[in-house]
């Protein structure tokens, strides 16, 4: 199992910022597609956002396209989720996820490994 450690989460108000953080090891980090995901109470995992291994591709889903960033710093082994002018909605546990040199994907079968995930809290 690929560890994936997430970090950042926290309640912040509506219309701020956050940064989330996922931190890989044990892996070729450079070598695998990245996935955000979230999963809010009552709801199922969706997709949020990835970056591709190769290329510098990125993919959001519409509800967070020029609001959230997703980067990626491969010296660190880690990949990020800027989310800016964040509403209620995005309310939810944030998980990272990655997939051995996969293309852009946003269904969670896609993924290989997961983080435990952390909670991200908007209020209004």
């Known amino acids: 199992q690929v560890p994936l450690v997430e970090s950042g989460g926290g309640l912040v108000q509506a219309g701020g910022s956050l940064r989330l953080s996922c931190a890989a090891s044990?892996?070729?980090?450079?070598?695998?597609?990245m996935g955000w995901f979230r999963q809010a109470p009552g709801k199922e995992r969706e997709f949020v956002a990835a970056?591709?291994?190769?290329?510098?591709?990125?993919l959001y889903t519409d509800s967070v396209k020029g609001r959230f960033t997703i980067s990626r710093d491969n010296a660190k082994n880690t990949v990020y989720l800027q989310m800016n002018n964040v509403k209620p909605e995005d309310t939810a546990v944030y998980y990272c996820?990655?997939?051995?040199?996969?293309?852009?994907?946003?269904?969670?079968?896609?993924?290989?490994?997961w983080g435990q995930g952390t909670q991200v809290t908007v209020s209004s």
């Open positions: 996820a990655a997939r051995q040199l996969g293309r852009l994907a946003t269904m969670t079968n896609d993924y290989n490994f």
């Open positions: 044990g892996l070729t980090f450079s070598r695998y597609t």
């Open positions: 970056y591709r291994w190769t290329g510098g591709d990125t």
